[in-house]
């Protein structure tokens, strides 16, 4: 199952204000962005063990953000608040400046991974999209360039706006 329809539907409308005139919007997907180092993990567990005397156990994870794909350029809102709803924007790239990386098995085979190349950036940015999210992730990384795989088809019943 994709994304439900009233997520969709609300990222949509923070991203209505911010479209050019005739730009159109392709996707709306949610994934888990960036990387946390092992180090970063291991010292942040640490830090809250020892400081809780052990009571508390934190963990650290990527950036939670709703994508929008549009004809031109792909938006980032972020993901993490507390309603769940789609909050600020976080990232704007031009579609042209950037690619997408075969998408690989996540943890377990559940989730979905892969990355983008960004023009003028000198790392990749990770991807990683929940289980709901799979076939919306396979198609973004297909539909951009330099994957190295035919872009399968639309995600199944597309919301139309």
Not at 27 to 36: D, E, K, N, W
Not at 83 to 108: E, I, Q, T, Y
Request: proline share 9%.
């Amino acid at each position: 199952m994709p994304l439900r329809e009233r997520r969709q539907q609300q990222t949509y409308e923070a991203a209505f204000p911010l479209l050019f005139p005739g730009e159109r919007v392709e996707l709306i997907t949610f994934a888990h962005v960036g990387s946390v180092s092992k180090r970063r993990q291991l010292a942040t567990t640490a830090l809250v063990g020892v400081i809780s005397a052990g009571t508390v156990i934190a963990t650290v994870r990527p950036r939670q953000m709703y994508i929008v794909l549009t004809d031109r350029r792909l938006l980032f809102f972020n993901g993490h608040t507390p309603s769940g709803k789609p909050g600020k924007l976080l990232m704007d790239l031009p579609r042209a400046c950037v690619a997408g990386s075969a998408p690989k098995n996540g943890m377990f085979g559940i989730t979905l991974a892969g990355e983008l190349m960004v023009a003028g950036w000198e790392k990749g940015l990770k991807l990683r999209f929940p289980e709901d999210c799979r076939e919306e992730g396979q198609y973004l990384l297909g539909v951009l360039p330099g994957a190295p795989y035919v872009p399968p088809a639309a995600p199944a019943a597309p919301v139309t706006y």
